[in-house]
């Protein structure tokens, strides 16, 4: 992450902040100067938290035609993601640039129609259907420790984050879709990461060359999404032809029928539901692990105690999801991991009328800031914000903290669908590798964190794998 050197902002002076937790703060309006806008979409995240950190935690600056109001505050999240979530609406174009991959699925879906797909896809998340997912995520980890085990001399490296991709891209594949994607995968993560990457390309580009033009990014951008639909569509196809019910995520969406008229899903409809869990369902998990091997690294002493509750709980055998209440420290270390580098770290909406909060009026067509990564910092809520300490999502901290000073699958209604299946996957991948294995960051290895669609490491994240026998 970058560090301008320059405020990229010039303050109105404004009442001061309020410190409580539960009032809406006073608003204060600052003035953002265009011409830093290129260096601000360079750095966001820093952006965000120095805004945060000088004029407090409802900010508003005008900007053009647009009214963007940042949000850093419980209060006024729960009030938008919760309270008059209705308000609220996910056209902004953070999620309308992300549709140009998933399509209008679940994630970048608004009104009636998410709410019908909301609904028919929640039983293949219910707590039932995922454990019997567990048995899926513990054995293509293995079959992933199996390939490391000619690489624990300690002198071959290895991109963790390429095999974090790699390992949850086959989990959902079989989870959801019942489809074996371990040949896929490698060409299949890099073509993910090449879409999103074009997202972040057209969100930061207004006049951007059209798709149809033949230039280097495009033709990347083309060839990765022509290879993942295929994957889709023929999987669509075989399923349809077969007609068998197989009981997961594919299934319910073939089956199901509109309740007013009784038709089907359209290939569609169901490639875009599949494409969102597909690059949704493995690339934010893969994130989350891929900083929680970073932070464990900086961390021997935690590192050390979650070793030995998994020695005590485990006792040589391989994690299950039975196992996974009694692995406190281990999940302790996922959400911490979260709250540092949270893969959704930017959350918007529109505001569809007129709202107030507190004494503030929030215009029509206003657009709402929510970053994840600058409130799971905020020293208010989390005493030694920057440090890695698994001990603060001990219950009795958790209960006098506000709901949503933590927000990793953000709240309210929209509610990340996969919540506990990614609470579930993210505890039982670590357990599963620091069972056998002590991942260590290359000590010349440059570590800089992007903000792009997910938090991801620039230059990967090259690691040693050392057995722990």
């Not at 929640?122 to 039932?128: D, E, K, M, S, T």
């Not at 991942?439 to 997910?454: G, M, Q």
Request: aromatic content about 8%.
């Amino acid at each position: 992450m970058t560090h301008p050197t320059k405020s990229a902002i010039r303050s109105v002076p404004g009442p001061a902040i309020d410190e409580g937790v539960d009032a809406f703060p006073p608003l204060v309006t600052v003035q953002l100067l265009p011409t830093r806008i290129p260096e601000i979409m360079r750095d966001p995240l820093h952006f965000l938290m120095t805004n945060a950190s000088a004029h407090g935690d409802f900010i508003h600056y005008p900007l053009g035609l647009w009214e963007v109001f940042q949000v850093n505050h419980p209060a006024i999240i729960k009030h938008i993601l919760q309270d008059n979530s209705r308000n609220y609406s996910k056209n902004t174009i953070q999620y309308n640039t992300l549709s140009q991959v998933t399509g209008r699925g679940l994630l970048t879906s608004d009104g009636d129609f998410w709410l019908k797909q909301r609904r028919l896809m929640q039983p293949a998340f219910h707590r039932r259907r995922l454990q019997s997912y567990g048995s899926v995520i513990v054995q293509s980890t293995a079959a992933m420790l199996e390939r490391w085990a000619d690489k624990t001399t300690g002198q071959t490296h290895v991109d963790i984050d390429a095999e974090m991709m790699q390992v949850a891209l086959e989990i959902v594949g079989k989870t959801f879709f019942s489809i074996d994607l371990r040949n896929e995968a490698p060409e299949m993560t890099e073509g993910v990461l090449e879409m999103l990457a074009y997202v972040v390309y057209r969100s930061q580009t207004p006049v951007a060359p059209p798709l149809s033009w033949p230039t280097g990014r495009n033709r990347r951008y083309r060839s990765a999404m022509s290879k993942l639909e295929k994957v889709v569509y023929d999987t669509i196809a075989e399923r349809r032809a077969s007609g068998e019910d197989r009981g997961d995520v594919l299934s319910m969406l073939l089956a199901a029928h509109d309740e007013e008229t009784g038709q089907s899903m359209t290939d569609t409809q169901i490639r875009d539901e599949m494409v969102t869990l597909l690059i949704a369902g493995h690339e934010t998990v893969a994130s989350a692990l891929t900083w929680s091997w970073y932070l464990l690294s900086l961390n021997p002493d935690v590192r050390r105690v979650m070793e030995a509750e998994l020695d005590q709980v485990l006792n040589g055998r391989a994690p299950t999801e039975a196992d996974l209440p009694a692995l406190n420290y281990t999940r302790a270390i996922f959400d911490e991991s979260l709250r540092l580098y949270p893969p959704a770290w930017l959350i918007t909406r529109r505001a569809l009328g007129e709202d107030l909060i507190g004494d503030a009026r929030i215009p029509a067509n206003a657009i709402i800031i929510m970053n994840p990564y600058v409130i799971h910092r905020h020293p208010r809520y989390w005493p030694n914000p920057a440090g890695f300490d698994p001990n603060r999502f001990a219950p009795e901290y958790a209960e006098v903290r506000p709901r949503f000073a933590y927000i990793p699958f953000g709240g309210g209604a929209r509610l990340c669908i996969g919540d506990n299946f990614a609470l579930m996957e993210g505890p039982l991948i670590l357990a599963a590798v620091a069972q056998r294995y002590r991942l260590d960051l290359v000590p010349s290895h440059p570590v800089k964190v992007d903000a792009l669609v997910t938090l991801r490491p620039h230059h990967g994240l090259m690691m040693t794998v050392q057995s722990r026998n």
